[in-house]
């Protein structure tokens, strides 16, 4: 019998642990390559893999389904217009309902801020979408009686538009005693419908002869001055004494 003189390193040489043990590799150190082969490497100035960006690319490829969902909102998105321009019609409506109505009460019907409402409430006067605030009043009771003119004009030149821009601007109406009311340039029979108010018929009767010489060069016939016996409405509101319509009843 031969006795086997070997260590037991030597005899089993592949049961013993190397003096160099095998290095595990994590997950950020896995080179891109075998995570997906369609990914380059990418190095960084130290020459070692970047496995900051390893893990980014893992995690993107991993949650795939995801990956819209997460750019969507990434992505700043684009403020609409729309809630602007809603505002701005509820804010218009509230002002024509009521122009005495405060910032505050139409902020409390919109459920919004009163200086969200005061904001945008001046870029629409700024916008000329308001074009100021006054009071529908019965006039009578001023002392003052309605008058409607009707004229009909040949075509629409630069020196008609002249004169009526000329007019208004300088209020001519209002050095006569009259206030304008209206005045409207419409398609039909007549081309002019105006609305305004005297104090008695002798100050709207020189009013009107003075509209007759202003445009009679642009005049096709003789324009008609209407009276007004009774305003059922104006400016949207109706008229609180309705019933004193059956007095024109004969």
Request: net charge neutral; with cysteine.
């Amino acid at each position: 019998m031969v006795l086997d003189t070997r260590t037991k390193q030597e005899r089993y040489p592949s049961a013993m642990p190397s003096s160099k043990p095998d290095r595990i590799m994590t997950q950020s150190q896995i080179p891109i390559k075998d995570i997906d082969p369609s990914i380059p490497s990418k190095k960084c100035s130290t020459g070692q893999k970047d496995s900051v960006n390893i893990v980014i690319s893992n995690h993107n490829i991993l949650n795939n389904t995801d990956d819209n969902m997460t750019n969507s909102s990434e992505i700043p998105q684009k403020k609409s217009n729309s809630n602007k321009s809603e505002y701005g019609d509820k804010i218009l409506q509230s002002l024509m309902d009521d122009p005495t109505r405060s910032d505050s009460e139409i902020a409390q019907d919109l459920n919004t801020y009163r200086q969200k409402v005061w904001r945008r409430r001046k870029e629409l006067e700024e916008e000329n979408d308001i074009w100021g605030y006054t009071a529908v009043v019965d006039e009578s009771k001023l002392n003052h009686v309605s008058y409607i003119v009707l004229m009909k004009t040949r075509t629409m030149n630069k020196e008609l538009v002249d004169i009526l821009i000329k007019r208004i601007t300088l209020e001519e109406p209002r050095k006569q005693g009259v206030r304008l009311k209206n005045m409207f340039y419409v398609n039909g029979e007549f081309d002019w419908v105006i609305r305004f108010t005297a104090p008695d018929h002798a100050t709207a009767r020189k009013y009107f002869e003075t509209l007759r010489l202003q445009y009679a060069d642009h005049l096709q016939e003789k324009p008609v001055m209407i009276d007004i016996n009774f305003s059922l409405v104006l400016e949207g509101k109706h008229n609180p004494d309705l019933n004193e319509l059956h007095d024109f009843v004969p």
